[in-house]
């Protein structure tokens, strides 16, 4: 394993070892006496985790893979369909820091994961007073820089590429407006696929 690479997996596995702290940590707060958890209404959230991207080059295992940090905020609307039971809207807008590198003879690629635009639909059920479970599903739309570089045909190309996401989070209610909660969402483009965990903290209006 390259210096790059071990470098770039401590890193992934550090950010790792925060996000099951983050996830214990909201587990610890669940216990606590709290409100009722809203599961309706407008909500604002920060999001931040672990970025597992993966080239589809070849279609098998040995497909570059990498990891890095996703950052963002994400906005929503839930409307309530029943007792403890909504549906809602999400928009969110992403960075992350995941980037691959392929050197084959003298080609030397590089590929550079930006910003990340997403809309789509949850539904939410209340599992506790305290604990909401969500699913969600939509479309997102990823920017990526590609560095192809070779002595005859040098060029950058930076692209839009939609793609779909599907997810399912817990969030944990601190009271009747703010939250904390966990997420693993899958995303799929041309040649990429995405899995992501994050941590959120929001607040509900």
């Known amino acids: 394993m390259s210096a790059a690479r071990r470098l770039s997996f401590q890193h992934a596995r550090n950010i790792m070892k925060k996000f099951c702290f983050l996830a214990a940590s909201a587990v610890g707060l669940a216990t606590a006496p709290a409100s009722a958890a809203e599961t309706a209404g407008a909500r604002v959230e920060a999001v931040i985790g672990l970025d597992r991207a993966q080239l589809d080059s070849f279609g098998t295992r040995d497909d570059p893979a990498e990891s890095g940090v996703v950052y963002g905020l994400g906005v929503g609307y839930d409307f309530a369909v029943g007792r403890g039971v909504s549906l809602g809207i999400d928009l969110e807008a ?30 939410t059920t209340s599992l506790t007073d305290a604990v909401n479970l969500y699913f969600k599903a939509g479309y997102t ?63 509900r209006f």
């Open 94 to 123: 992403t960075e992350s820091s995941a980037r691959f590198r392929e050197v084959s003879g003298l080609d030397d690629n590089t590929y550079s994961l930006g910003r990340d635009l997403y809309a789509g639909a949850r539904v």
């Open 141 to 203: 739309n990823l920017s990526i820089r590609r560095d192809l570089i070779n002595p005859t045909f040098p060029e950058i190309i930076e692209s839009n590429d939609g793609g779909l996401r599907g997810g399912a989070g817990l969030q944990i209610g601190l009271g009747r407006n703010a939250y904390v909660g966990t997420e693993y969402r899958f995303s799929t483009y041309d040649e990429l696929d995405r899995h992501q965990g994050v941590a959120t903290i929001g607040f």
